[in-house]
Every structure is written in structure tokens, then in C-alpha cells.
């Protein structure tokens, strides 16, 4: 069992910065991905940025040049460092684990999911 808890959602205006974090613990190991998901009222849940075992990050194409995914293993902490924000990256944002993911960005494969932040981006 993953047990995790994101944290650090908020308020900004369109080009600013926000962090959020993710607090994980239990089984992960080497084959364990971790991921941030987003979900708005307007779309299903899309898969954002991805870091798997071997440290190797994966992005959706919307994101690309603006987020960074990193994780702490001293602190077992997932982050999301979301640069130049815009009004569409209002969302749910979700932390998720899964072990010995092959499609990193597609929902179904991760087992284990937080509650949810809420990021909301204003004009």
C-alpha cells in the first residue's frame, strides 16, 4: 500500500509560479512511477508529468517547458513546479503511484491516489 497526500494548491494570476507537493509513503520501490494527474470540470482527468524508477520524467505535451516534476527521497516527497500558468491549467491536480508502469501518462495504470489540490489560475 502507497499512501499519499498532496498539499500546496492555491490561488494565482495567469504567468505566475506555484509548487504543490505530494507526501508519500509505504511500498514504493525501484519499479514504482509517480505522477500528477489534473482534473477540471471541463475535461477527464489527463495525465500531467510522470517520474519513474530510474528517475526519468515524462510530460504532456501541454505542460512542456513549464513544469518540472522532481521527488525528494530524503523527504519521500513528490513535487510539481508549475512555471508561466495559465487561466487552462485550473484544475484538481492529483499525485498518483503505480508499480511497473508502461504507458506513464494514462490513468488506469496507477493503483494508488491522493486527494486532490486544487489550483486555480485567474486573469
Known amino acids: 500500500q502507497v499512501q499519499l497526500v498532496e498539499s500546496g494548491g492555491g490561488s494565482v494570476q495567469t504567468g505566475g509560479s506555484l509548487r504543490i507537493s505530494c507526501a508519500f509513503s509505504g511500498g514504493t520501490h525501484s519499479g514504482t512511477s509517480m505522477a500528477w494527474f489534473r482534473q477540471s470540470i471541463e475535461k477527464e482527468r489527463e495525465g500531467v508529468a510522470v517520474v519513474d524508477g530510474d528517475g526519468r520524467t515524462h510530460y504532456a505535451d501541454s505542460v512542456k517547458g513549464r513544469f518540472t516534476i522532481s521527488k525528494d527521497h530524503v523527504k519521500n516527497t513528490l513535487y510539481l513546479q508549475m512555471n508561466n500558468l495559465k487561466v487552462e491549467d485550473t484544475a484538481m491536480y492529483y499525485c498518483?503511484?503505480?508499480?511497473?508502469?508502461?504507458?506513464?501518462?494514462?490513468?488506469?495504470?496507477?493503483?494508488?491516489w491522493g486527494q486532490g489540490t486544487q489550483v486555480t489560475v485567474s486573469s
Open positions: 498518483a503511484a503505480g508499480h511497473w508502469v508502461a504507458d506513464k501518462l494514462r490513468e488506469l495504470e496507477y493503483t494508488y
